[in-house]
C-alpha cells in the first residue's frame, strides 16, 4: 500500500490489479488515479448518507470508467452478486478499485467471487473476509450477511 492509499478507509491491496476500500474522499480518488487504477466499481448505494454526491461524475472527470452496483445493506441480492461477477471478469488485465461504505460488502463479494473463478480456496476467502469483518474490533457478522455469502458461495 503506498502513502496516498494508506489514509482510505479500511483500503486493502488485494493484488496487484484489485484494490479495495470504503468510501474515499474526491482528493482519495485523484490519489487512486495516479496510483495507476482505471476503473471504480461502487457497490454503495448513492442515497446513503456516507455516499460521495456526484462521485460517478468526478470518476469521469479523472478519466478513469464507473461502475454502478448498488448494494442494499439490509437486503443484498444474488442478482447484485451475479452484477459483480459480470463486471469483474468484464475488467480482467485492468487495474481495478472496488468500494462500499466501509469494505464490507466488498470483501464479502470479492472474496466469492474469487472462490468461484479465481481458484482461491475458502480460508484464502475467509481470510480476506476477516480482515474487515473483525470481531476482535466489534465488526461482527449479521445473519443477513452470514445467509448472503453462504448462498453465493454455494
Not at 492509499?5 to 482528493?27: H, L, Y
Not at 454502478?68 to 463486471?87: G, M, R, S
Not at 463479494?109 to 474469487?114: K, N, T
Request: charged share 25%.
Amino acid at each position: 500500500m503506498d502513502a496516498a492509499t494508506a489514509d482510505i478507509k479500511n483500503f486493502i491491496q488485494i493484488d496487484e490489479r484489485i484494490g479495495s476500500a470504503g468510501q474515499p474522499t474526491a482528493e482519495q480518488f485523484k490519489a487512486l488515479r495516479d496510483a495507476g487504477y482505471e476503473v471504480v466499481v461502487n457497490l454503495l448505494p448513492r442515497e446513503q448518507d456516507n455516499a460521495l454526491k456526484g462521485e460517478e461524475r468526478l470518476i469521469g472527470e479523472l478519466g478513469m470508467d464507473y461502475r454502478y452496483i448498488p448494494v442494499l445493506w439490509t437486503a443484498p441480492h444474488i442478482e447484485d452478486f451475479a452484477a459483480f461477477c459480470q463486471v469483474m471478469q468484464e475488467l480482467q488485465g485492468k487495474k481495478v478499485f472496488v468500494h462500499c461504505a466501509m469494505n464490507m460488502r466488498v470483501t464479502a463479494f470479492y472474496s466469492s467471487y474469487a472462490m468461484k473463478h479465481l481458484g482461491w480456496s475458502r480460508a484464502q476467502a475467509d481470510a480476506l473476509v476477516a480482515r474487515i469483518w473483525d470481531p476482535a474490533q466489534n465488526v461482527k457478522m449479521n445473519d443477513t450477511w452470514r445467509a448472503f455469502i453462504s448462498d453465493i458461495r454455494q
